[in-house]
C-alpha cells in the first residue's frame, strides 16, 4: 500500500491519503464523508481498484470556478490530519468567503477523492427546455404589447393575451389558461433588463440614463494620465452680499483627468467665457501646493501632483471652448477635441491638433 491508492472491498472503495505507522488516513469515496484513521490490518481483505475519474475537459468559466473553490480549501489540505486545527481553519474560511463550512467540507472531500482540481467544476446546465403552448403565447403577447414604446401595463397586456388567443369567437375562455400569476413569472423569468428599458424607453434615452457603466469605455478612451476633460455649469446655489441680497449664481469651469479622475483645477467667477478658461488654464499650470498655502490650506505635493497642461483636452460643444482664442491651446501641442451634443450623436468627434470645429 502506498498514498493516493486506492482499494475496493465490494461496494466500498477508499483512497489512502496518508501511511503513519500502521495506520492509513482514508476516505470513502463512495460517500465523498471526511477521511479518517484505520489500521492497516482491517485494509487487507481490499483489492487494488482503479482511481476514480474526472472529466478534465472545462470550459472557460468552469476552469474559473474550479481555481476559486481550490483556494478556498487550499489552507486546510496542510492540516488534513489534524482535525481541531483543520475545523479552526474551516470556521476562518466559512466567515472570510460567506460560505457554509458543509460546502467547504463536500469541496474538501470530493477534491481529496479525484485528486483533481477538475473534480471542484460545477455541473454544466441542461440545454434549456422547449417552451410550451402557453409559454410560446405569452412571449408573443410581451413582444406585440409589453415591449414598445406605449408602455402598456402588465395586467392590461395579460387581458388582450386572453382575448386574441384563448377566447372563442364568442368570447368565452376555455376551462384552463394561464393565470396573471404564471403571466407575471414568465415575465419576470426571461425578462432582460436592457432589453426592457431599450424597448419601452428608447435607445437614446438607455444609453444616457440607463446603460451601465462598468469603467472599460473610459479606460479604452484615456488609457493614460492626460487627458483632461473640461466642462461649465451654472453652481445652484444663490449667493447674497453683507447687505443680504442676492447677487447671483457663480459659474464653475472645472478640468479632471479622464483616466484617475483627478481635478486638474478649476475656475468660480461671476462670468463664463474665455476669461474663466483662462483663469482655469492658469490654475491648472499653477503649483498646488503654493496655492493651498494662500488660501491656508495645507497639502503636500503628492496630494495634488498637478502642475502642466494635459497633452489632450475633451470638452463639448460650448461657445466657449470652440472659439478662436481658446483653440489657440493647440499650438502648444495640446490636442483639442470637441464631442458633439447627445441631440448630434451622429456626428463622431474629431481628434486633431489644428483649431477644429464641429457644425
Known amino acids: 500500500m502506498k498514498v493516493n491508492d486506492v482499494l475496493r472491498k465490494g461496494e466500498v472503495a477508499l483512497r489512502i491519503l496518508v501511511i503513519k505507522d500502521n495506520l492509513c488516513f482514508c476516505i470513502n469515496c463512495n460517500a465523498e464523508s471526511m477521511p479518517a484513521w484505520m489500521s492497516a490490518n482491517s485494509l487487507e481483505d481490499y483489492t487494488p481498484d482503479t482511481a476514480p475519474m474526472i472529466d478534465t475537459n472545462m470550459t472557460a468559466r468552469q476552469k474559473?470556478?474550479?481555481?476559486?473553490?481550490f483556494s478556498m480549501i487550499a489552507p486546510m489540505l496542510a492540516f488534513l490530519t489534524d482535525?481541531?486545527?483543520r475545523n479552526r481553519i474551516m470556521n476562518r474560511l466559512s466567515e472570510k468567503h460567506d460560505i457554509s463550512k458543509q460546502t467547504l467540507r463536500r469541496y474538501l472531500c470530493r477534491y481529496l477523492v479525484y485528486q483533481d482540481i477538475a473534480a471542484l467544476a460545477p455541473a454544466v446546465r441542461e440545454s434549456k427546455q422547449e417552451l410550451s403552448q402557453d409559454q410560446k403565447n405569452m412571449r408573443w403577447a410581451l413582444n406585440k404589447y409589453f415591449?414598445?414604446?406605449?408602455k402598456s401595463k402588465l395586467t392590461?397586456?395579460?387581458v388582450k393575451l386572453l382575448k386574441e388567443k384563448y377566447c372563442d369567437p364568442e368570447g368565452n375562455l376555455p376551462?384552463?389558461?394561464p393565470s396573471l400569476r404564471q403571466f407575471r413569472y414568465f415575465e419576470q423569468k426571461y425578462r432582460k433588463q436592457e432589453n426592457y428599458l431599450i424597448s419601452r424607453n428608447g435607445l437614446k434615452n438607455y444609453q444616457r440614463n440607463d446603460r451601465p457603466l462598468l469603467g472599460e469605455g473610459v479606460q479604452e478612451y484615456a488609457p493614460c494620465i492626460g487627458v483632461g476633460m473640461l466642462d461649465a455649469t451654472v453652481c445652484d446655489i444663490y449667493l447674497v452680499n453683507k447687505e443680504g441680497l442676492v447677487v447671483g449664481r457663480p459659474i464653475l469651469v472645472a478640468g479632471v483627468d479622464a483616466n484617475t479622475s483627478l481635478c486638474l483645477g478649476y475656475s468660480l467667477l461671476w462670468e463664463g467665457g474665455v476669461y474663466s478658461l483662462q483663469q482655469l488654464m492658469l490654475n491648472i499650470v499653477s503649483d498646488k501646493v503654493e496655492l493651498c498655502r494662500k488660501m491656508g490650506i495645507v497639502v503636500e505635493e503628492r496630494q495634488w501632483p498637478v502642475s502642466a497642461l494635459p497633452g489632450v483636452m475633451v470638452t463639448d460643444m460650448g461657445s466657449e471652448f470652440i472659439g478662436e482664442t481658446f483653440e489657440q491651446?493647440?499650438?502648444l501641442g495640446v490636442t483639442l477635441i470637441n464631442l458633439p451634443s447627445p441631440k448630434s450623436s451622429s456626428v463622431s468627434p474629431v481628434t486633431t491638433k489644428v483649431p477644429l470645429r464641429i457644425s
Open 147 to 150: 415591449y414598445t414604446p406605449q
Open 156 to 158: 392590461d397586456v395579460y
Open 64 to 69: 474559473q470556478v474550479a481555481h476559486e473553490r
Open 175 to 177: 376551462a384552463e389558461y
Open 329 to 331: 491651446i493647440t499650438e
Open 83 to 85: 482535525d481541531k486545527e
